[in-house]
C-alpha cells in the first residue's frame, strides 16, 4: 500500500516524458527538418508554421515532466540534474535559443536575420532533442552515485554508449516524427517530398529507440515488458505500411504508438529503480526511497487528477482549431517593419 | 572564488534576469487583455490598434520570460541539489502545480491568440488572451508561496533531517506569500504603467515633432495627420489613450505597492528581523528611519555608520504602526542568531570544506541598505512623473521639448529598477540561510538551511563557471537583441503590428472579412 502512490507517481512522470517526446517530437523535428529539409525560405516558414501555434504549449510537457519529479521524487530530481550538469546547461541553452528563434525569426524582413534565427532552430531543436535523449537513456541504465546521490567522477563521466543510444534514438524519432506529421499537416508537393523521405528513413530511425528499449528491457525486463517491446516493433512496422498505403493518419499515431511502446517497456522494466547506480545496488533510487511523502503525493494527485485531463482536453482543442493543412499559399509574404 | 559564489552568482543573474521579463509580461498582458476587451464591446478602431500594437510589443518580451523561465525549473537540481532534497516535499509542489495549471493555460492559449485572429470567434479569442494572462498571474501566485516558504517555513515538519509538509493549506496561504504576492503583481503593473506612458509620450512627441499635431493658443492639441492618412486622428487616439492609461496605471500601482509593501515590511520585522535591520543599516536599537547613512555600512562598529538625516519615529511606525517601539538593531541581534542557531557551520558532511567555518548572520549591508532605498526610490519617482505626466497630458499631446520625451522614455527603466532592487533587497537579506529561520511565533521552528549547504556537492566549480560564462553571454546577447527588435516595433508605431495600416487609409476602419481564407491571418 505504501508503495501505491509512489508507483502512480512513477507512472505520471512517465507519461508526461511520453507525452513530451510524442509532441514536443515533431515540433523538435520540425526545427531540423527546416535546415536538413525545406529547400527555399517560403519551405522553411511553411515548416515553422505546421508547430507555429502549438510548440510552446508541447514545452510545457517538459517542464512539468521536471517539475513533477522534482515534487514526487526530489531526491530524483536532485541527482538526475546535478549528476547530468553539462548536458542538462546544453539542453537549457538549446532550448532559449530554440524558443526566441521561433518567436523572432519573422520579426524583420532581412535574409541575415533569418539566417541566423535558422541556425539557431537547428541548433538549439537537435541539442535540445539529443540531450534529453542521452539524460532519459541514463536514468534507465545508470549513473555513478555514491550512497548521498552524489555523482562519482568528472563532467564528462556519464558519456557512455549508452547516452549516445539514447541521444540517437531521440534525435533520430523526432526526425521521422516530425516527417509524419508534415505528411499530416501540409498539402503540396512538400507534403509527397516528406512522405517519400519518411518511407526510405523510417526503418532505419527507429532502431536506436527500440535498441534502446531491448538493452533495459534485457537487463531488468519481465514478461509485459517483452510484450511491450514487441508491441514497439509492431507499432513502427504499422507505421511504415500505413505511410505507404497512404493513410497519414494512421501512419502518425502507429509511429507514436510504437514511441509509446517503447517507453512503457523502458521506464516498465527499470521499475521500481527510477536511477540505477552504477556503482552499487545499495545507492539506487528506486520509487521507494527517492519520493516524497504519501502526504505530498496525495495532494499532488488530487491536482493532477484535475489538472492533466483539462491540459489534454484544451491541448486537444487547440490542434483542431488549426487543424488546417498548411500550404505555401497559405502562407502570408513576409512585411517589413519601417521607422516612421 | 569557490563553487559556493559562482553558483550563487549563477542565481542571482539568471534570476534577476528572468525577472526582468516577467514584470512587463504580468502587467502589459493584463492591460493588453484590457484594450482588446474595450474594442470587443466599443468596436472602435483605436482599442483594436492599441491591442496590435502592445500586444506585439508584449510578445516580443513574452518570449523571453518563457525562455529565461526553463532554466528556473531546473537549476534547484542542477547547482543546488543538496537544497531540493531538503526542501523538495514542501518546495516541489508549488512548482509542479505552476507547471500544471498555470504554464499550460498560459502556453496554450497565448497561442491561440497569436494565430487565432480571424480563425476564432472574437469572444473565444479575447477569452484566449484572458486566460492567457490570467494563468501569468496564478503562476506568479505558485512561485511565490514556493519563495515565500524559504522566507517563511511554514506546514512542515522536520523528518530525518528534511522538511516534509503536513499541512498544505498554511503553506499556500503563508501570510508572507499574499503579502508579497500583491506587492509583485502591483511591481508588475508599475512596469506596465512606465512601458506604456514612456512610448505613447514618444509617439505623441513624434507627431508634433513631424508637424502632424499643433496646439492653439490656449495649448490644446490640433490633430493633425499624414498625407498618406495612416496617422490621422485614430493614430493621435491610439497614443493619448495609451499614455494616459500609462500614468493612471502607473498611479494605482505605486499606491498598491506602497500599502502592500508596508504590510510585508510589518511581517518582515517579525520574521527576519536581522534583514529588516540590515535594510536599515540599523547598528543600535532605535526608532528612527535612515533617508540616508555613510560610512562602514558592514561595520559592526556603530561609530563607523553615520546616519546623516533620519526621520524620528518612522522606522518603528513601519514595524508597529507607532512611533516609540524601539526596533532591534544588528548588535542586539547577532548574539541572538548565535545563540540559537550556533556560531560556526557545524561538523556535518553536508557542510564539505565548510564545515566549521564561521557564520556571519549580517548580510551585505550595502547591498541590503541601498536594494531597499533604490527600490522605494525609483518607485516613487516613476509615480511623481506619472503625476505630472498627467497632467501635461490634459491638453491632448506632449510637450515638443525632445529632452522631455528622452526622459519619459527613460523613465521606463525606473520601475523595472526597482523590482531588480526589491528581489536583491529580500534575497540577500535572508542571507546567510536559505530558508530562513522563524523567530516568529506562528512559524515552524527549527526549520532552516544554511546557503553555504544548499549546493550540489557532486558539482565541479569548473562546470558550474562555464555554465555561469555561458548563460549570462547568451542572456547579454538575447537583451541587446530583444531591446533591438523592441525599438525597431517601437519606431514602427501601429503599422510595424498591422502592415495593412501602410496600405489603405486611416479612420476608413475595420480589416478582416474580406481577407482570402486561405492565406493565414498571422505566420511566423
Redesign the interface.
Known sequence: MSELLPTIWFTLVAVLWTGYLFLEGFDLGVGMLMKLFARTDRER?LL??TV??????N??WL??A???T??????W???????L??P??LV??G???R??A???????NNDQWRQRWDLAIFLGSFTSAAGIGAALALTTTGLPL?E?????G??FVWLTFDALLGAAAVVLFCLVHALAFLVLKTDGPIRERARGLLLRTLPVAVVPLLVWAARVYIADGTAWTGLLLLAAVGAAAASWFAQRAGRDGWGFSWLGAALAASLACIFGSVYPVVLPSTLDDAFNLTVENAS??P??LG??SI??AF??PL?LA??GW?YW??RKR??E????DA?S???? | MEALEIARWQFGITTVYHFLMVPLTIGLGLVVAVMQTLWYRTGKEHYLRMTKFWGKLFLINFIMGVATGLVQEFQFGLAWSEYSRFVGDVFGAPLAMEALLAFFVESTFLGLWIFGWQRLPKILHLGSLWAAVLASVLSAYFIIVANSWMQHPVGVELVDGRARMVDAWAVFTNNTAVVAFTHTVFGALAVAGGFLLGIAWYHLWKRRHDGLDTVDDAGSVIVGSDPSGSRGSIDHSVWLRSARIGAVVALISFAGTAASGDLQAKLMFEQQPMKMAAAEAACHDGTGFSVLSVGNLGSQNCDDIVAVFEVPGLLSFLANGDFTTEVKGVNTLLPEYEEQYGKTLPNDPMYGERAGMDIDYLPVMEVTYWGFRIMIGFGVMAAFAALVALWILRKGTVPESRWLMRLAVFGILAPFGANSAGWIFTEMGRQPFVVAPNPDPSGIDGVFMFTAAAVSPGVSLAELVFSLVALTLVYAVLLVVEVRLLFTYVRGGVASAMPELAHKHDDANSPGGKDNDDVLAFAY
Request: net charge neutral.
Open positions: 516558414r515553422l508554421n507555429g501555434p502549438v510548440w510552446d504549449g514545452e510545457v517542464v512539468t521536471i517539475g513533477a522534482l515534487a514526487a521524487f526530489p531526491l530530481y536532485a541527482s538526475l540534474l546535478s549528476t550538469y553539462v542538462f546547461v537549457l541553452l532550448l532559449i535559443f524558443a526566441v521561433f518567436e523572432y525569426r519573422g520579426k524583420m555514491n548521498n546521490g552524489d555523482r562519482v568528472g563532467p516524497s511523502s502526504y505530498t495532494l499532488m491536482v493532477a489538472g492533466v491540459v484544451y491541448q487547440t482549431v488549426f498548411v500550404t499559399q497559405s502562407i502570408p512585411h517593419v519601417v521607422p516612421l
